[in-house]
């Protein structure tokens, strides 16, 4: 089945559930990237053009407990056309990682580490200038500009919130002991965390 699609001048590329391929004739022919080690023969969840620089997010479904769980296994992308390929691995969190130091006039904001690619599939994502985009369904909204060497995340409004930005006060004090209680960015009981698609335009 094919899930992307993106068209460059006269190149039609598509991401199906078998990989990736492109079209230099409309459709007539195809050529199939499957004999790319990088690709690994997985299934393309995302796909994004920019210039000479295509970036594929990669995934599969794990059967566990009798169940088939989206599985992400990282990113694929060329900086030449399609000539040589690149991957790395699925963005995830070291178990420690739950604290973003200093955003806005917060000392720090509680974020869920997701330490483990299952639920953790890239479903979208976009590429700028020096920018990479993906949106992940556990794994939220992040951004590289590094080519997938780190990641940050970036904080999305909770379900009880309709915008948020660095001024935003993101705690509330403990009646009894005038304690800072800052809010948990937790995307199991908030949906606005996790992300489905992103598109960047500057």
Same mark, same amino acid.
């Given at each position: ?7 460059? #001048? ?14 230099? *004739? ?6 199939? $990237?499957? *004999? ?5 023969? #997985? ?7 920019? *210039? ?17 769980? &989206?599985?992400?296994?990282? $990113? ?26 200093? $955003?806005?006039? =917060?000392?720090? %904001? ?6 483990? &690619?299952?639920? *953790?599939?890239? $479903? ?7 920018? %990479? ?43 009894? =002991? ?8 937790? &995307?199991?009981?908030? =949906? ?5 698609? %992103?598109?960047?335009?500057?």
């Amino acid at each position: 089945s094919v899930s992307q699609m993106a068209v460059q #001048e006269s190149i039609i590329w598509i991401g199906t559930s078998k990989g990736l391929s492109k079209s230099t *004739n409309f459709g007539m022919s195809w050529i199939n $990237y499957n *004999n790319v080690p990088q690709f690994a023969n #997985e299934g393309i969840y995302a796909l994004d053009i920019f *210039n000479n620089t295509i970036w594929t997010s990669t995934g599969f479904s794990k059967d566990k407990d009798n169940e088939k769980i &989206p599985t992400g296994s990282g $990113y694929t992308y060329s900086t030449d056309s399609g000539q040589n390929w690149n991957h790395v691995g699925q963005s995830l969190d070291q178990r420690g990682d739950s604290i973003i130091a200093n $955003y806005g006039i =917060n000392d720090s %904001v509680y974020m869920l580490p997701v330490v483990v &690619p299952e639920q *953790n599939v890239t $479903y979208d994502l976009s590429i700028s200038q020096s920018t %990479v985009w993906i949106a992940s369904w556990a794994g939220g909204l992040r951004k590289s500009t590094d080519n997938g060497t780190t990641w940050n995340r970036i904080l999305l409004p909770l379900d009880n919130m309709n915008s948020i930005k660095p001024s935003d006060t993101l705690w509330m004090y403990a009646p009894f =002991n005038s304690k800072k209680y800052y809010f948990r960015f937790d &995307p199991r009981p908030n =949906n606005n965390l996790k992300a489905f698609s %992103v598109l960047a335009t500057d």
